[in-house]
């Protein structure tokens, strides 16, 4: 019996090993210290430590109450790298502050705490539910014309929209109903995003009010939309961490109608709130070797053109058209689909989730050493 116990005992032992947490790897020129600065955000700062700058928490030694409501760090905060103790940990130090003569009175402004990421890249995708169905804007209120009868607008611009109400307030932003967000995996369609234009203020309510724009981030036409701004302080303090089941989503699109995108843009992902993203969530970026990438390469040109948009394909010429025809521009054999199924995922960047929907969600491109393309491959980090 006894002999059975040990036995249970030293196969157990390098199980508990093998399940222990791997503590996130130090850079080799990690300072000891580093005082925060304005402009910093939590994923910078922990750049300067951390090999993968995503996993401050586990450094932090944070548990998952803190993880709900993470402590705030400010600007002239001191951060120190503590190297002691078994394992390596920030923590923040307060120094102490010698005034010298000659004093002069001042009233200090309320320090704001360092986000993880900047906000202004993301807040306007946190005020509005930018995934809609085919009919959701249809109801909200539409400009219906330009001052000087102009084409397209944009910042100062005046123009007039219906169906406004005084008791949503002067302040709105402008959208445009853009693509059908497809599953490459399913082609189910997840909903469509609404493509951010804009903000607006009210000069005058009537049954036809007039409006100002105020900012513009694309050119804006008569027949798009306004919602109400919120009027809540949005939350910029996630805190990045791997999910706790297994995923694999897509990029289904990138903001802005492009095909190709790079780090500090915004991407959504094939996958929402019931597949179990969450907000602060960390995913790898592969490029998938195997999937439509390749085709939407090698087939006819694809998508919507012209100013608004249209089903209708884009013109296509075929192989007749050489005009090169010498034998020293001979065409290379074409891949084949059996040659690109054996080519291997790579990965090569990382996002982070800033807001889910139920079979969607946007995130921010953290890192990235190569463009990243729709249809590119997402998996825990």
Do not use: C
């Not at 004093?103 to 990421?117: F, G, M, Y």
């Not at 998938?288 to 249209?310: D, H, K």
Request: proline share 8%; no cysteine.
């Amino acid at each position: 019996m006894v002999k059975t116990i040990i036995s249970l005992i030293l196969l157990l032992t390098p199980l508990s090993g093998a399940l222990a947490a791997v503590q996130p790897a130090l850079k080799d020129n990690a300072p000891d210290r580093y005082i925060v600065v304005e402009g910093d955000t939590l994923w910078s700062i922990s750049g300067r430590f951390l090999q993968n700058p995503w996993q401050w928490p586990e450094i932090w030694k944070m548990n998952q109450e803190q993880i709900k409501n993470p402590n705030r760090i400010y600007p002239g905060d001191v951060i120190v790298l503590d190297r002691i103790a078994q394992e390596a940990r920030l923590r923040v130090v307060q120094l102490e502050t010698v005034r010298r003569q000659p004093e002069v009175r001042s009233t200090p402004l309320a320090a704001k705490p360092v986000p993880t990421i900047s906000p202004s890249i993301i807040e306007p995708f946190l005020a509005k539910p930018l995934i809609v169905g085919a009919a959701e804007l249809d109801s909200a209120p539409r400009i219906t014309a330009t001052q000087e009868n102009r084409v397209t607008m944009g910042a100062g611009a005046i123009a007039y929209a219906s169906g406004m109400s005084k008791e949503k307030g002067p302040q709105w932003q402008v959208f445009r109903r853009g693509d059908a967000l497809i599953d490459p995996d399913t082609r189910e369609t997840l909903g469509y995003e609404a493509v951010y234009l804009g903000e607006a203020r009210v000069e005058k309510f009537a049954e036809e009010s007039t409006i100002q724009i105020v900012k513009s981030a694309q050119e804006i036409y008569v027949g798009d939309r306004l919602l109400a701004t919120a009027r809540e302080t949005p939350n910029f303090g996630y805190v990045p961490r791997a999910p706790e089941k297994p995923v694999r989503a897509r990029i289904v699109s990138a903001y802005g109608g492009l095909s190709e995108t790079g780090p500090l843009s915004i991407v959504t992902l094939s996958k929402g709130s019931r597949d179990g993203l969450e907000v602060g969530h960390v995913l790898a970026i592969h490029r998938s070797q195997s999937t439509a990438r390749y085709e939407l390469r090698t087939s006819p040109l694809w998508g919507r053109q012209g100013v608004s948009g249209s089903d209708s394909p884009r013109p296509y010429y075929g192989e007749d058209v050489t005009p090169r025809d010498s034998p020293l521009y001979q065409r290379a054999a074409p891949v084949t689909d059996e040659q690109i199924a054996k080519l291997p995922d790579e990965r090569y960047g990382l996002v982070m989730v800033f807001r889910t929907f139920d079979r969607a969600a946007f995130a921010l491109v953290m890192q990235a050493s190569r463009q990243v393309s729709v249809n590119d491959l997402l998996t825990n980090p």
